[in-house]
Antibody, heavy 121, light 113 residues
Framework: QVHLVQSGAEVKKAGSSVTVSCKAP????????FNWVRQAPGQGFEWMGV????????NYAQKFQGRVTITADESTTTIYMELNSLRPEDTAVYYC??????????????WGQGTLVTVSS | DIVMTQSPDSLVVSLGERATINCKSS????????????LAWYQQKPGQPPKVLIY???IRESGVPDRFSGSGSGTDFTLTISSLQAEDVATYYC?????????FGGGTKVEIK
């Protein structure tokens, strides 16, 4: 069974940045796209963006444009999500999620275990 | 942006009874060129990441019990649990993957009566 393993919980001050990593299994890394989705406490899901490792390109939700960067390191099969200018309302569990193919328009399976990012004022 | 609206917000059902969850998209998620609806359903249990149950609106993911089924087309979709089991207590979400930004419904919490 495929597992995505994310980095541990973070506590940050407002105005700072956070980077969350997501380690994917090796072998067929470039056959998939990887998304970042967040879930604020007690809330639903918010899609942040996607990266296509095959092309090294990323696409971001307009809400996060200019504040989020998603990258992929093929040598370590790790995906990274950096979020800048953190605000208390960015407090959420951040998930990486693999799409089933190398296209953007796909459902997500599997998901990482989630990383809690807490932002204090 | 496509807005996904689920109903009801919560559902209390007796063991063995049917649970029905609805999902409506603000625009069609049907793609005529391949005759597919770009709609998935997920189950999330407390403290866990979501798990996909259904994709292409009606295709059950491998390993998902056949009491789970998806139906609908265009803008209106339904997830049905034919005979609710104790392990089905969870929150269920629909997701469209037709148009960026990808988007999710607000969730339906299913509990046992």
């Amino acid at each position: 069974q495929v597992h995505l393993v994310q980095s541990g919980a973070e506590v940050k001050k407002a105005g700072s940045s956070v980077t969350v990593s997501c380690k994917a299994p090796g072998g067929t890394f470039s056959d998939y796209t990887f998304n970042w989705v967040r879930q604020a406490p007690g809330q639903g899901f918010e899609w942040m963006g996607v990266i296509i490792p095959l092309y090294g390109t990323a696409n971001y939700a307009q809400k996060f444009q200019g504040r989020v960067t998603i990258t992929a390191d093929e040598s370590t099969t790790t995906i990274y999500m950096e979020l800048n200018s953190l605000r208390p309302e960015d407090t959420a569990v951040y998930y990486c999620a693999r799409a089933e193919t190398a296209t953007i328009y796909n459902w997500f399976a599997p998901w990482g275990q989630g990383t809690l990012v807490t932002v204090s004022s | 942006d496509i807005v996904m609206t689920q109903s009801p917000d919560s559902l209390v059902v007796s063991l063995g009874e049917r649970a029905t969850i609805n999902c409506k998209s603000s625009q069609s998620v049907f793609y005529g060129s391949n005759n597919k609806n770009y709609l998935a359903w997920y189950q999330q249990k407390p403290g866990q990441p979501p798990k996909v149950l259904i994709y292409w609106a009606s295709i059950r993911e491998s390993g998902v019990p056949d009491r789970f089924s998806g139906s609908g087309s265009g803008t209106d979709f339904t997830l049905t649990i034919s005979s609710l089991q104790a392990e089905d207590v969870a929150t269920y979400y629909c997701q469209q993957y037709h148009t960026l930004p990808l988007s999710f419904g607000g969730g339906t919490k299913v509990e046992i009566k």
